[in-house]
């Protein structure tokens, strides 16, 4: 279990998330599902990060029990949130069907932003579903937010259109939209695309066999996932770095980077990303095959116990 170090600065998130849950919760206690509605959809990628997506899965469903107190755009905002948190938590099942309704009530209303917005979820799952598919979808969103503009949202678009092309083993391709969401994302500060974006960047180079330019992304994507303590990204990337160490003939670090990544998971109760479980596998499967049973648990064990601040240590020298 990951054991989080007193810190000099407590991020402006987690002091203010007491605040957030209580009212969202008396939100629905006066039947003011409307709000509800609006808050999640204005702070999703908070709630993201916070480790909230159960909690807040929740509280949109039961804003949703009775849509006729609903308008036309809360109804809509209340869909993406839920399709958006959902596939947060991987539930595929769930986040498709809100996410299709988020597009047409979107439509309806002219509201291209968060069509977009809906698109890019929606494309991602279907990338995973299909080996040929998705990579449309993204692409126009992508499109979208770049007429509107929006670097926010072409951070976000970019970021998984790259991750879809991954999946599809189109690595050379996937890079300049992931380095063009990279840009974005530092633009407007987006330090959970960013992180996201550098950990993809890294698996690309990866793939590519250039170990020094994964390193790199994925060193920097620690930090970036460390700010606003988003430990489902950090996982990410500490799994990436464990597959690097694994083909530079490193196993010990590479299965406590794995180890590390695990210990991080546990502490907010999530398993590995959705589009991410083949390549974990793989990873564990090479290190346990380099190193043997006893050893290869040994490292796990140990990464397992590492505090945060012994986690960015690690990779800091690796």
Known sequence: MLRRDPRPVIDQYHADLPNIRAVLRWSLEVKESGRVARMA???????????LL??????????LVDETVLSAAERAHARLALGLL????????????????????YSQ???????????????????VRDPNGGEDQLARAADTFRELNDQWGLAFASM???????????????????????????????????SNALINLGLAHLQLGDLESARERLRESVQHAAVPDN??????????????AATASDPELGATMLGA??????????????????????????????????????????????????????????
């Open 231 to 244: 430990r489902e990204s950090l996982a990410r990337a500490l799994d990436a770095l464990a597959a690097v």
């Open 54 to 63: 159960s909690e807040s899965v929740e509280v949109v469903q039961q804003a």
């Open 160 to 194: 998984n259109l790259g991750g879809a092309l991954l999946l599809h083993h189109r690595y050379r391709e996937a890079i300049p939209h992931l380095e063009e969401s990279v840009q974005h994302a530092r633009g407007v500060n987006a330090e959970l695309f960013l």
């Open 86 to 105: 959902s596939f947060g938590q991987g539930d595929y099942e769930r986040a498709t069907p809100a996410l299709e309704t988020a597009i047409d009530l």
């Open 261 to 318: 990544g695990e210990g991080v998971r546990s502490s907010i109760g999530v398993g590995a990303w959705m589009t991410d479980r083949m390549s974990h596998d793989e990873t564990a499967a090479r290190l346990r095959a380099q190193l043997g049973d006893p050893a290869y648990t040994t490292a796990i064990d140990r990464g397992r116990r590492l505090t945060l601040d012994e986690v960015l240590e690690l990779t800091a020298a690796d």
């Open 109 to 127: 209303l002219g509201d291209l932003r968060h069509v977009a917005t809906a698109l890019v979820p929606l494309g991602l799952i279907q990338a």
């Open 41 to 51: 959809i204005a702070m999703w990628p908070f709630l993201w990060i916070a480790g």
